[in-house]
């Protein structure tokens, strides 16, 4: 008997598969999550869980993007006494996993080629739903137990940055599910700030007048040059400090080009960018540093007068980076129950960002596992079943586990 078996974990495997068939197939966009919420708690009621149990926080009025729905929060009482345990995932997917039509192929569930599938993080989604039935059919005793479902984690990880702590009920620890390996236990990620650059120069005829003229395209295109000679684009390391900035956007306004005819020196551009450190303060250093590229650049730009360019620089903090120690409690609670599944833990330090930034800011120490997703956020993204049914026996234990 292999060792999985000797965890004498009650899963229903097939079950398992069919709720997570079931979420994949339902729609939910990033800020677009009521229909995937109110599937979610369809299902937890049809399980067992009271509707009582099940409600909807406010974070949607914080939230500065349209957002159908808070956070959807679900509360299951111990049956043993102990201290509380959340379990979260995120309900939304990328807008590429719109119209995904999940099928299962021998050991994978995949999409049909033309959209991604949405298993970052659906398979989270059928874990949360799965452990709470799987708890509730078999009597299992637990502690008392939050399940989070967050909202808009892809376009900014708005839903666990604007949560109130206290709908939480203060719980001892988090297990987060929005990985691919059951076995990489992510206790760690990098902070991020976001920056932006609005430059605004002056239109003249690029062929009778150029020299009247101030392009704002060029200013754009010295600053990023300035930067990258100075260190601060790409991979970025000054002395012991570490960490990676790149140009997302330059274009012009509402999405649109940087000007509109190659005869028009171009009097307006727009740039987005970011920059992320284990350590906040030095991803505000990068930031720092491409502000006072786009500065010099300002100065190298000027018409046949002298004059410069406007340029208009901002910054924001998009989320804070945290690290837990290996012998915190939940990195333990996780490390044991791997052992009882018979798998080695690789601790991970992301270069992303996660709703486990926010929930450790506020307080619960979080790990995040892995439930099979891959090739995210792409068409051909797929789900290991292996890896889900792992995941899932996974969470069972870390909520079952004795203190």
Not at 31 to 43: D, F, H, L, R, T
Not at 113 to 118: Q, V
Not at 214 to 241: H, N, P, Q, Y
């Amino acid at each position: 008997m292999d060792v999985m078996s000797t965890a004498n974990i009650p899963l229903d495997v097939e079950a398992a598969i069919d709720h997570l068939m079931t979420f994949l197939s339902v729609e939910g966009v990033t800020g677009e999550e009521a229909a995937i919420a109110a599937a979610v708690s369809e299902a937890l009621i049809k399980i067992g869980v009271p509707a009582s149990a099940i409600r909807y926080d406010d974070a949607n009025s914080r939230i500065p993007l349209p957002t159908q729905t808070g956070n959807l929060i679900v509360e299951l009482p111990g049956t043993k006494p102990g201290p509380r345990l959340l379990f979260s995932t995120h309900l939304d997917t990328v807008p590429l996993c719109a119209g995904a039509k999940p099928r299962r192929e021998g050991d994978r569930i995949v999409s049909d080629g033309t959209t991604a599938l949405g298993g970052d993080a659906r398979t989270g989604v059928a874990l949360l739903v799965v452990l709470a039935e799987t708890l509730i059919k078999n009597s299992l005793p637990h502690p008392p137990i939050t399940l989070l479902f967050t909202v808009r984690e892809e376009s900014g990880l708005h839903g666990a940055r604007e949560l109130n702590p206290a709908d939480l009920k203060s719980p001892a620890m988090c297990i987060n599910v929005d990985g691919q390996l059951a076995s990489e236990l992510i206790i760690g990620a990098v902070g991020q700030e976001n920056w932006e650059v609005e430059i605004t120069g002056r239109a003249s005829h690029a062929g009778v007048a150029p020299d009247k003229g101030i392009s704002a395209t060029m200013i754009g295109a010295i600053g990023l040059t300035e930067a990258r000679t100075a260190g601060w684009f790409g991979k970025v390391v000054k002395g012991e400090a570490f960490g990676s900035s790149n140009i997302g956007i330059f274009g012009g306004r509402d999405g649109k080009p940087a000007g509109d005819a190659t005869n028009v020196v171009t009097d307006y551009a727009f740039l987005k960018g970011e920059a992320r450190s284990p350590e906040l303060s030095f991803a505000t250093q990068i930031v720092d540093g491409f502000e006072a590229a786009f500065a010099k650049a300002k100065a190298a730009v000027t018409d046949h007068e002298g004059a410069t360019g406007e340029v208009v620089f901002k910054r924001a903090a998009a989320y804070p980076p945290f690290r837990l120690d290996q012998d915190s409690p939940v990195v333990k609670r996780a490390t044991k129950a791997l052992g009882m599944l018979g798998l080695e833990p690789t601790y991970i330090f992301s270069n992303g960002g996660l709703d486990a930034n926010w929930l450790d800011r506020a307080g619960v120490p979080t790990i995040t596992i892995g439930a099979g997703q891959a090739e995210i956020h792409t068409i051909k993204e797929f789900v290991k079943l292996d890896e889900y049914e792992k995941g899932c026996r996974l969470g069972i234990l870390m909520a079952t586990l004795e203190d």
